[in-house]
């Protein structure tokens, strides 16, 4: 019989920085000095010479919680001091908090809710926040705490003030699954953690209200999703995953707005999959996804 290792004993090792010689050397190094063994590897190079650099390293470390700080202390004199890079350094046991904003639409939201409950996606989903209370039944269902938070056109700014204190110290990204409000720059900086959007991708695209019945007025052939990191510019963070789906004359515009929901779905859970694994490393308005 095989030994089945202590999923607490797994830890992900992410690196960045700028391209030089002995960086695959000097993790394998620590890590082997420390009796951890390496599982999984990836790494890639925008340019060999003075590019930058991205790694991610999954390895398996008996106790890795009690000597987890002295490992932290190696790698910074390793990776940081010695050799300039930045580094994180986590626990695969720790699932990453999760937060949803909602509005009325509810696909992406129960998808999400639906993959969690099946065990799909490594995460806690602490709350579900939304504008509006016409879904705090569907959420209730789950077992995960509902908020309803209006935002009335004069008073956006307290209502973010109301959001930011329900996510102080209680979740570690903010997933937005078709909520329909636009966060401002002063929420963005005070959150303190990610926040990953999901919105439509027409080819060409299509700005503003009604965009599936443009997009049948213009007779497009994909439709699709891009889910993203959001910034202070609108819809343009760096995008972590996309997707789309051939479409016909054939098709209504309730066809389209069908399979776009469809596209959405998927999209949404692989970039909330993707990120919770730490398998998305952002480097300026770009992202690396292992």
């Known amino acids: 019989m095989t030994r089945q290792h202590d999923s607490s004993d797994y830890g992900r090792l992410i690196v960045q920085g700028e391209d030089r010689p002995g960086i ?10 420390h009796g951890a063994n390496v599982v999984s590897l990836d790494q ?20 890795l919680s009690g000597k987890l700080a002295e490992l932290h202390d190696s790698l910074e004199k390793t990776l940081g001091d010695e050799l300039g890079m930045d580094f994180r350094l986590v626990e695969a046991k720790r699932k990453k908090r999760l937060a949803i904003f909602v509005s009325k639409t509810d696909h992406c939201l129960l998808d999400l809710l639906w993959r969690h409950r099946r065990g799909e996606l490594p995460v806690t989903i602490s709350m579900v926040v939304s504008n509006h209370p016409d879904l705090g039944d569907e959420v209730r269902r789950f077992d995960i705490p ?15 003030k ?8 209680n979740v570690d990204v903010v997933i937005l699954a078709r909520y329909m409000q636009i966060l401002s720059g002063e929420f963005l900086d005070e959150v303190g953690v990610p926040v990953i959007n999901i919105h439509h991708s027409f080819l060409p695209a299509f700005m503003g209200a009604g965009p599936y019945q443009r997009a049948k007025e213009r ?3 994909l439709v699709g999703a891009t889910a993203h990191y959001v910034t202070e510019d609108l819809d343009e963070g760096p995008i972590i995953e996309q997707d789309v789906i051939r479409v016909s004359h054939r098709d209504s515009v309730r066809d389209l707005q069908r399979k776009g929901a469809d596209v959405e779905r998927l999209v949404l859970a692989r970039a909330v999959k993707w990120h919770c694994e730490d398998r998305v ?4 308005n770009t992202t690396v996804v292992f």
């Open 162 to 169: 109301e959001q930011l204190n329900l996510l102080k110290g």
């Open 146 to 160: 509902f908020f309803h938070v209006p935002v009335e056109k004069d008073r956006k700014a307290e209502a973010e």
């Open 44 to 63: 890639a190079s925008s340019d060999p010479s003075g590019g930058r650099f991205f790694q991610r390293t999954v390895f398996h470390l008996p106790d």
């Open 281 to 284: 490393i952002r480097d300026g």
């Open 24 to 33: 695959v050397a000097s993790v394998s190094r620590v890590l082997s000095e």
């Open 219 to 221: 007779g497009v052939k």
